[in-house]
Structure formats: C-alpha cells, structure tokens
C-alpha cells in the first residue's frame, strides 16, 4: 500500500505541475492572440483517454503520464508538425508573432513554475509554520555514519561552523558541505576547537551518503519487540540507557559496540526507569539486534517552531523559493563537473515517486509539489533545443541579431534536443533501475 500511496502522490503532483505550466504557455499565447491547437496532460501518441474541442483548441488527457503539451500553431515543436510552415504564415500563427511575444509565450511555462513553488511555500509557511532542529540544540553533538568517520569526524562533535560560517537548521549541515562543496567544518570535540579539512575526492561519495550525521540523543526505548532479548529482560518503554556493565554509558552506538563484542553473551545493561536505575541482564543475540525501538532525537531535542501571519509568509515563502533555486542550480552544476560524478546519481520516475513518504501527508506532498515545480522551471531553462530554454536562447539571437533562425536548422535542432532527450531519459531511469539490484 505504501509504493501505491508514493506512485499516487507523484502522478497528482506531476499532474498538477504540467497542467498549470502548460497553461502559462497557453495563456500568454492567448494573450497576444496565437492560436493553440491542442492542450494534453500526460501525452498521447495514437490515442487519447480523453478529447474535447472548444473553439480552435482540443483539450485532452493522454495516456502516457510522463509530461503534457500544448501545441501552438505555427511553431516548430516537439510534434515535429511543419505541415503548417510549407504555408503562407496566418496572422493568428506563432511565427508571425514578433520575437520579444514569442520569447513570453516560450517563458510563460517557466514564469508559472517558479511563482508556483514561491505561491506554495507561502501558503504552507501560513498553514504549518516552520519546525526545525536548531543547530546550536543538537547539544549532544553528532552520530557520524562511517563516512563521515572516514572523513576525520567523530561521535559527538558539536558542528560549530561550515567554512566559517553558522548554519541554522541541523538538517541543513550535510546538504551545505556537499553543495558548497566545504574545505573546512569547526567543530567542538572534548571542549575543544578541531577543523576537520573536507578533502574534494569525497565529494562522489558524500553525494551517495543519505545521512551524514544524525544528531546524537539519548538511548530511551519506544516500544519493545514480542518475543525479543530486550522483552526476556523486562525492558519497559521509556527506559534509559546509563551504563553497560557498570561502564556509564548514554548513547546508542555506545551500545552498538559492547554488543558487537559480546554476541550470543549476557551483559548488562543499567536503564532508568521512574527515576530509579534498575540492572537488567541482556542476552545479545548473534545478529547483536535485542528487539527495541528507539525514541527519536527530533522527539527528545528542542525543535525551533516558527509560526507566520499571512502577511509575514509571503516574504518568507519568496525567501525559501529563492533558496530553493540556489540550491539546485549548486546540484546542477556537480551534475555537469566530471570529477564529482554526480551524474551516476541522476534519477528518472522512480527516483522522484521515491521522494515522498509512503503515507498521506499534505504538508511533505506540498513542500516536494513546490520543490519539483522549481525543478521543473530550471530544467526547462536549460539551453537544449526541444527544451523551453532552447527556444528562449534562439530568440534572444534573433532579437539581437535582427535574424531569425531558418525553418530547417529549427527542424534540426529540434530532432537533436529530442535525441538528447531521449539519451537522458534512458540513462536516468536506467540508473533507476540499476539502483534496484544493487
């Protein structure tokens, strides 16, 4: 049920974001007068699950949920149509428009998307404010992944500066080393000021670590496993790690190790429970797993909680847009720089329907709608022909040349951006695949 909540998500997010950027397309066209012959969600070669005519425009959904399209007359597009342009141009046509028109009707997609996302982070900063961990309020310091230890951090450490500067959020520490690609992390171990040096040939592998740190808490037990170590000992919800065999002892990785030392042995573990430490003998099993589930940090470390009026949400959703953007023009760039091997993590649909949670949750579904729309408007942006971006960068030539671009070398480019296309298409959603069996 949780891969069909995912799969159900996306199509509704992709659904919402291709309608409303093909109607910005569709909406400056009509704005100068340019007749538009057909506005399809998702795309329908030999057929249509749905068609309606209304005036000049056929209105439909397709079949294949991988997009949509409008197609305005008179423009050379991914239909590859040019029966049209063997014609005299009609006054209604895109290419009888002047270019500076034509260049607003090409941006109206991208101009959509990224109001879009702007429009949507607004409205959720309104609903459901802004919760985070601080960074300062991790005051436990880190778990580091093996990585991270490789890297020179350990247990512990306080992240104190990135390149000498303070990141606010926790969560916000990991993306900021790998997009700014980070020479320098101050951090606090033993009282003391350590920089650990982020050598540029860890840049791939942080790019495939999901979690760098983790911030450190306490190890207090959620819920017990039936028929497990930690039930056989009596281990109740909410008992606290203090010692390991008469060792103090507070954090989960303390743990990790006694029980990596002592498979199929007894040790002991010292838990609080109601404010009096109780021993329990624990049997480690071979897999060194007792059956418990633990508390969160977010659950046990004070989370920062910004509310907005409707007034304040508007500045600070345009802020969270803008950053946004930043952001993955960074990412982008990895992606184009060979040695940071970005591209082996180039994902296609499953990828993307992977993001969002296998549960219903309208806040995730919006914040990753307004990601995804300013994905989307910055993809479109980029100079390959086929592409939004292709078409903006032939008329920007054509409005300071004073030359417009032939029929045929139009036809052409267009041919090799849909190749280019396709080659990524193939090779992101092949990644996909390969990810699946490794």
Request: charged share 20%; hydrophobic share 45%.
């Amino acid at each position: 049920m949780g891969i069909i909540t995912q799969i159900i998500q996306f199509l509704l997010s992709l659904s919402i974001l291709v309608t409303l950027h093909e109607l910005g397309h569709f909406t400056l066209a009509r704005i100068f007068n340019t007749r538009v012959e057909k506005f399809y969600l998702f795309f329908n070669p030999w057929f249509s699950l749905f068609k309606i005519k209304r005036g000049h425009t056929e209105y439909g959904i397709g079949w294949v949920p991988l997009g949509g399209y409008v197609k305005i007359a008179g423009m050379i597009d991914e239909s590859m149509d040019t029966e049209q342009l063997s014609k005299p141009p009609e006054p209604w046509e895109y290419r009888s428009k002047p270019a500076w028109q034509r260049f607003l009707i090409i941006s109206g997609g991208v101009i959509v998307n990224f109001l879009l996302g702007i429009l949507i982070y607004t409205f959720i900063l309104y609903t459901w404010g802004e919760h985070y961990l601080p960074t300062e309020n991790a005051v436990y310091g880190v778990t580091c992944d093996p990585l991270a230890k490789e890297i020179g951090f350990e247990d512990g450490d306080k992240i104190l500066y990135v390149d000498g500067e303070q990141i606010e959020s926790f969560l916000h520490i990991a993306p900021t080393i790998v997009i700014d690609n980070a020479q320098t992390v101050t951090v606090e171990r033993n009282n003391n000021l350590v920089d650990v040096k982020i050598d540029e040939s860890y840049i791939p592998q942080l790019l495939k670590t999901q979690y760098l740190f983790f911030p450190r808490a306490p190890m207090i037990v959620s819920y017990i496993a039936e028929g497990s170590a930690a039930e056989q000992a009596n281990m109740l919800p909410n008992d606290k790690l203090v010692a390991i065999n008469g060792t103090k002892a507070t954090f989960l990785e303390e743990f990790k190790e006694v029980a990596q030392k002592n498979l199929n042995k007894s040790i002991t573990l010292t838990m609080e429970r109601d404010g009096q430490n109780i021993d329990l003998a624990v049997n480690i099993p071979e897999t060194g797993i007792i059956g418990v589930g633990l508390k969160s940090p977010f659950e046990l470390l004070e989370l920062k909680r910004n509310e907005f009026t409707f007034l304040q949400s508007i500045p600070a959703g345009i802020k969270k847009g803008a950053n946004t953007i930043s952001s993955y023009v960074k990412q982008l760039k990895l992606v184009f720089s060979p040695k940071t091997k970005a591209y082996e993590s180039v994902g296609g649909f499953i990828a993307i329907g992977s993001i969002f949670p296998k549960y219903w949750d309208w806040q995730s579904f919006w914040e990753l709608t307004a990601l995804l729309s300013i994905i989307l408007a910055i993809m479109n942006m980029l100079p390959i022909p086929a592409l939004d971006g292709g078409h903006m960068v032939f008329l920007i030539y054509e409005m300071v040349s004073g030359r417009k671009p032939s029929d045929k070398f139009m036809e052409f480019t267009q041919i090799l951006g849909l190749l280019f296309i396709l080659a990524l298409f193939i090779f992101a959603n092949a990644n996909d695949v390969i990810k699946l069996f490794r």
